[in-house]
C-alpha cells in the first residue's frame, strides 16, 4: 500500500493519507494541551422550539455548538485549503506560480463549504431529541455530537497541473452512531495560469470511450461494480482522482441505489497508457519519495 503524509499550517500531522483506501479519515479525536483554551462567541442559532445553540470555539479554531447544559450538539473542525495544506513529495500550491495561486484561492474562497450549516445543526439537535426521548434516564441518552470536517489538499502534479482533492466527512445518518461518510472530488489546476482543467481532457481518446474504457479497467477485478450503463451516465470529471502513479474513480455515497456508501476502485497508470495523453503523467522526479516506484 501506498501512503503520503498530509501537513497543515495548524501545525501537526494532520493526515496521513493511504492512496487507495475508499475514505481519507484524519480521525475525529485529537490529544490536546491540558491548558487549551475555549471561547464563547456567544449565541449562534436559537431552535424552533426556543432552545439556544452557543457557539464556542478553541485554538485550534475548531468549532463546537453547544447547549446551555454543555451538550455539544454538533462539531466542526477548521478546515484546511490548497494554501496551508501540504503533502510530503508535492510542492503542491507553493509549486503554483503566483497567478495560478490567485486563481486557485478565489475558487476554493468562492466555492466555500460543501455542507449546509443549518441542515447539519438541525439534524443534530433533531437527534438529540430523540436519543433524549428514547433514554429511560437523561443521563443515559445515546447522542453523540455529530462531526463535521472538509479538507483540501494536493494528490499529484505534472509540469501542466496540480491536482486537489476536496474531502468532506459527515455523519452517515441523521442518528449519528459513529459511522461517518466521505465525499471526495478531484480538481485539475493549470499550474501557470490556475485554470480549470477538464479531466477528460486528459485523455487522448474521447469522453465517452475514456468512460468506457475505464469502466473495462474497473470491473474486470469488481464483480460488484455498477452496470456499465451507470458507470457511463454518472461518471463525472472529479470523480476521477488523481495520484503520481493511479488514478481512482470515486463515486460518492447515494449515488447508486445498490452503493449506499459509494463505491470506489483503483487504476495503475499502466493499465491506461494507450488512453492517456503524455503531460497527464508526472515524470519519474515528481514522483513523491514516500510512493514507490
Not at 441518552?141 to 502534479?157: G, I, K, L, M, N
Not at 469488481?222 to 452496470?227: C, I
Request: glycine share 4%.
Amino acid at each position: 500500500m501506498r501512503s503520503f503524509f498530509i501537513k497543515s499550517s495548524r501545525g501537526g500531522l494532520l493526515l496521513a493519507c493511504a492512496l487507495f483506501l475508499s475514505a481519507l479519515l484524519p480521525g475525529c479525536q485529537r490529544s490536546l494541551p491540558k491548558d487549551m483554551q475555549e471561547t464563547l462567541q456567544g449565541e449562534a442559532a436559537r431552535m424552533e422550539d426556543g432552545e439556544t445553540v452557543f457557539l464556542w470555539r478553541d485554538i485550534f479554531s475548531d468549532e463546537s455548538y453547544r447547549l446551555s447544559d454543555g451538550t455539544v450538539l454538533l462539531s466542526i473542525r477548521s478546515h484546511s485549503w490548497p494554501w496551508n495544506t501540504s503533502v510530503s513529495g508535492l510542492r503542491g500550491f507553493e509549486g503554483m506560480s503566483e497567478t495560478a495561486q490567485q486563481a486557485v484561492k478565489s475558487y476554493f474562497e468562492e466555492q466555500g463549504t460543501l455542507y449546509d450549516w443549518d441542515i447539519q445543526l438541525s439534524a443534530a439537535y433533531a437527534d438529540y431529541r430523540q436519543c433524549l426521548k428514547e433514554a429511560k434516564k437523561p443521563e443515559a441518552s445515546a447522542f453523540q455530537s455529530h462531526p463535521v470536517w472538509q479538507e483540501a489538499f494536493p494528490t499529484s502534479e505534472t509540469e501542466r497541473f496540480t491536482a486537489f482533492c476536496i474531502s468532506l466527512m459527515l455523519p452517515k445518518d441523521s442518528h449519528y452512531d459513529g459511522t461517518i461518510n466521505e465525499r471526495r472530488f478531484s480538481l485539475l489546476f493549470d499550474r501557470q495560469t490556475g485554470e480549470r482543467i477538464d479531466a477528460f481532457s486528459l485523455f487522448s481518446v474521447p469522453e465517452k470511450e475514456a468512460a468506457q474504457a475505464l469502466f473495462e479497467c474497473c470491473s474486470g477485478s469488481d464483480t460488484n461494480a455498477p452496470s456499465r450503463a451507470e458507470f457511463i451516465r454518472l461518471l463525472r470529471p472529479e470523480y476521477i482522482c488523481w495520484y503520481p502513479d493511479a488514478l481512482e474513480i470515486y463515486f460518492p455515497p447515494d449515488l447508486f441505489s445498490d452503493f449506499a456508501d459509494g463505491w470506489v476502485a483503483y487504476i495503475p497508470f499502466s493499465d491506461l497508457a494507450d488512453i492517456l495523453r503524455p503531460w497527464a503523467l508526472p515524470s519519474m522526479e515528481e514522483l513523491p519519495a514516500s510512493s514507490p516506484a
